[in-house]
């Protein structure tokens, strides 16, 4: 990154772990004058293990919405199967919420 901003006097920044240190830095760069550079360093690893927590969890918002929308499918599903069967033995549903709009009133 240094070598593109002396280069093309375009500033950057980028974000580098340092894995020795165990840190994370945003580092930004630019060019003040023709052949040097200037680097600012800022310790950006509380931020970046915050973000990596609320990846986590926002992972396992995921899983439990999927799991939670597999199992209303499946209530859904036996709702049915119940309706479909007291049909057949001639009783009233006892899940009008799951019935198609047009067989709720017949």
């Known amino acids: 990154a240094c070598e593109r901003v002396v280069a093309t006097g375009v500033p950057e920044s980028l974000e580098v ?8 830095f945003l580092v930004s760069v630019y060019r003040p ?3 040097h550079f200037v680097a600012a360093f800022v310790d950006i690893t509380e931020r970046k293990q915050a973000e990596l927590e609320v990846n986590r969890q926002l992972a396992e ?10 199992r209303e499918d499946r209530l859904r599903d036996l ?7 007291r049909r057949r033995l001639g009783e ?7 019935e198609p709009v ?3 009133g017949a």
């Not at 772990?17 to 994370?24: F, K, S, T, Y």
């Not at 709702?79 to 069967?85: D, I, R």
């Open 61 to 70: 918002l995921r899983r439990w919405y999927a799991a939670t929308l597999d």
């Open 33 to 35: 004058e023709r052949e």
């Open 79 to 85: 709702k049915a199967e119940v309706n479909a069967l």
């Open 92 to 98: 009233p549903v006892r899940y009008p919420s799951v």
């Open 102 to 104: 047009d067989a709720v």
């Open 17 to 24: 772990e340092i894995g020795r240190l165990a840190r994370w």
